[in-house]
C-alpha cells in the first residue's frame, strides 16, 4: 500500500534525510520519500501491517524532529 501524508513544521533537509533513513529500515517498508520542499511524506509498506508500520514511521519522524507533525 502506497500512502502520501503532508508534514507540518519539518525544519530542514538534513533532518528529512534522516527520517527517510530511519523509516526505510522499519522491516515491510518497500519505500519512503521525506520531502523538505513539499512537506510530504510517502509511505509504500505491506498492506497487512500498514497502520503498524505507520506507528513506527511516526515516531521516527518525532524522535529525529521532535516539533515535527505527520497528518494521519
Same mark, same amino acid.
Given at each position: 500500500m502506497k500512502k502520501s501524508f503532508m =508534514?507540518? %513544521? =519539518? %525544519? /530542514?533537509?538534513? /533532518?528529512?534525510?534522516?527520517?527517510?533513513r530511519a523509516i526505510a529500515e522499519i522491516p515491510g517498508v518497500k519505500k519512503v520519500t521525506v520531502s523538505f520542499m513539499a512537506q510530504k511524506m510517502i509511505l509504500d509498506a505491506d498492506d497487512e501491517r500498514f497502520d503498524e508500520i505507520l506507528g513506527q514511521a511516526v515516531k521516527c519522524v518525532k524522535k529525529v524532529e521532535p516539533d515535527c507533525v505527520v497528518l494521519v
Open positions: =508534514l507540518e %513544521d =519539518l %525544519d /530542514c533537509a538534513n /533532518c528529512a534525510a534522516k527520517m527517510e
